[in-house]
């Protein structure tokens, strides 16, 4: 099978901008996860969805949403981009049988 | 809340010796999952091992294995004949069985193995 996918792997933006990136997980999971990495905070949850619907959210501003299709392909979305949400943003989609959430390679985001 | 402590940030070992890496975590749940990931310098974040709290047997994966100590709330992660391609960031997480995917992260730990 293939693994997770994200696009677009890196991205830069400015202050103010929105920016989307994408997941596709694996085929056949339904539930995808988003994953805010930076070097001062550490890897923290930004939220999940299951068969289009948000079932947990982490602690993050109402700039931070997202979104899942019915295929299951997910969008986060970042309105009015600030300096600090410069990160790596990981996706990654479970496998309901086992609870085992697999990882895509990441998007870099830099804000200038 | 449920969090995930790693005590060693740094740790450097030879290559062919074994390493343990350290983690404990607070939940007071008794249904979980444990896990290990490594992420290389590539970023990407890949599954290690995996162990479900309800059972009394230590998972093992190849030169990977985990010492699961519930009653302490202990998971630490021993790697067996290290290899230069084990160097990289490794992270323990936890999550709540059959609930939404959710993981906590522990801060991480860079394990260097130099030849």
């Known amino acids: 099978k293939a693994g997770v996918t994200q696009t677009p792997r890196y991205l830069i933006k400015t202050r103010g901008q929105q920016v989307t990136l994408s997941c596709s997980p694996i085929?056949?999971?339904?539930?995808v996860s988003w994953y805010q990495q930076t070097p001062g905070q550490g890897l923290q949850f930004l939220f999940e969805y299951f068969s289009e619907t948000q079932r947990n959210k982490g602690n993050f501003p109402g700039r931070f949403s997202g979104r899942q299709f019915s295929n299951s392909r997910s969008e986060m979305n970042v309105s009015t981009l600030e300096l600090g949400d410069s990160a790596l943003y990981l996706c990654?989609?479970?496998?309901?049988?086992?609870?085992?959430?697999?990882f895509g390679p990441g998007t870099r985001l830099t804000v200038l | 809340a449920q969090t995930v402590t790693q005590s060693q940030p740094e740790m450097s070992v030879q290559e062919a010796e074994t390493v343990t890496l350290s983690c404990t975590y607070d939940?007071?749940?008794?249904?979980?999952?444990l896990f290990w990931y490594k992420q290389p310098p590539s970023r990407q974040m890949i599954l290690v091992i995996r162990?479900?709290?309800?059972?009394?047997q230590n998972a093992t994966e190849n030169r990977f294995s985990v010492n699961f100590q519930k009653a302490a709330k202990s998971f630490s992660l021993k790697i067996s004949d290290s290899q230069l391609g084990d160097t990289a960031m490794y992270f323990c997480a936890f999550t709540l069985i059959q609930g939404a995917q959710k993981l906590v992260f522990g801060q991480g730990t860079r394990l260097t193995i130099n030849p």
């Open positions: 939940t007071s749940e008794s249904n979980y999952y």
């Open positions: 990654a989609s479970t496998a309901v049988s086992t609870d085992t959430q697999y």
């Open positions: 162990q479900e709290a309800y059972k009394q």
């Open positions: 085929s056949g999971h339904r539930s």
